[in-house]
């Protein structure tokens, strides 16, 4: 069992930011990075509007960004641990309980920031064909559909700024959307209308992806007409959203409907003493500018909270 002033749960710009935080102010903090060290930044190909780090000659990737932000956590003194929470118990606490798959730690404060992971769509095949076609993640994957035809389910930020990135490596992408109105912000829009590579198939949403061993085509249904059609396809590349990863934080900690933990204008949860930032309890925002300023918040909250204890 270790003893620890400060255990941050998640390493995206929200934890590595509360880390910093909190080392600055000589809490020595520990980072449990959980599965993707960085969170979805470090999937992220170009990230242009986190202030500090553009420039005309160079935009930076987000595995750039979650180096320097590492780095920076660690120069003042955070500890990485790479390993996953499995468990928490703060009904007791302080110290509250924190099991990962190696060791158990006992925290005078927590910081929770576990964030989110990406929606699926629920639909025959999709999970069959993981790795085979269906895939979260343009960056991690677009490579591998060099000279291919893809599909891009979703009409957000993400489908759009994703559809522009694959059609670096894809002959064509073809947005499939359940409306006939992107939602993604008007740059993205233009930029994605703009891009001779890419087309759109409106007011469809995908019934079922269909392979043999991998991916070969989708079932998309007209949801105006009823009308369905099958579009031959290699990969299909899923956007639909987030949901928070928090799980392990059911009956815990206070969460909304969809479980969101639920924060105060403090990044207070209902149990004093933990305190949650960045998209665990933010479905609104979700920006790498927006996670950075929540984590901060919530280290210098947990900060004068574990001040006033002693
Ligand atoms: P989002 O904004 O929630 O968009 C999700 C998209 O998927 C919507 O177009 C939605 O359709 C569609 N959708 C949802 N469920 C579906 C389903 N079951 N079947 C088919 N389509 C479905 O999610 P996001 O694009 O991941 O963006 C999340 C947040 O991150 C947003 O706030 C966004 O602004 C931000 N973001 C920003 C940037 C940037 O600024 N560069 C980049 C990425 C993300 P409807 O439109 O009909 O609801």
């Known amino acids: 069992m270790e003893k620890e002033q400060v255990v941050i749960i998640g390493s995206g710009p929200a934890g590595l930011t509360a880390a910093m935080y909190t080392a600055r102010a000589q809490l020595n903090p520990v980072v449990i990075a959980g599965p993707q060290l960085g969170g979805q930044i ?17 935009v930076p990737t987000g595995p750039e960004l979650v180096e320097v932000m590492q780095k920076q956590a660690e120069h003042f003194g955070a500890r990485l641990v790479f390993d996953e929470v499995t468990e928490v118990d703060f009904s007791a606490g302080p110290p509250f309980r924190i099991k990962t798959y190696g060791k158990e730690y006992l ?43 893809v599909v891009v389910v979703g009409g957000g930020d993400s489908a759009m700024e994703e559809s522009i990135f694959l059609t670096k490596f894809a002959n064509k992408v073809e947005v499939i959307h359940r409306r006939d109105q992107l939602r993604a912000g008007a740059v993205l829009q233009k930029r994605a209308f703009a891009n001779e590579k890419i087309s759109f198939v409106w007011d469809s949403v995908v019934e079922e992806i269909v392979g043999n061993g991998v ?19 290699d ?9 928070p ?20 204008e403090l990044y207070r949860t ?6 949650a930032a960045g998209e665990i309890q933010d479905a609104h925002f979700r ?11 919530a280290g210098m909250e947990l900060e004068k909270w574990l001040a006033a204890q002693e």
């Open 107 to 149: 925290a005078e404060g927590v910081v929770v920031t576990a964030g989110a992971s990406p929606r699926h769509l629920g639909v025959p095949g999709e999970e069959e064909y993981i790795g085979r076609g269906v895939s979260y993640c343009g960056t991690c994957d677009g490579f591998f559909f060099r000279g291919k035809d």
């Open 215 to 233: 991916v070969q085509g989708v079932k998309v249904r007209n949801v105006k007409t009823g009308e369905t059609s099958f579009r031959k396809t």
């Open 270 to 275: 209902s149990v004093p003493g933990v305190y």
């Open 42 to 58: 470090s999937l992220t190909s170009e990230v242009e509007n986190y202030p500090g780090f553009w420039s005309e000659d160079h």
């Open 287 to 297: 920006q790498i500018a927006t996670s950075v300023g929540q984590g901060a918040g």
């Open 235 to 243: 990969g299909v590349f899923i956007f639909i959203g987030h949901y």
């Open 245 to 264: 990863n928090s799980k392990f934080l059911e009956g815990k900690l206070a969460m909304d409907e969809e479980g969101y933990v639920i924060t105060d």
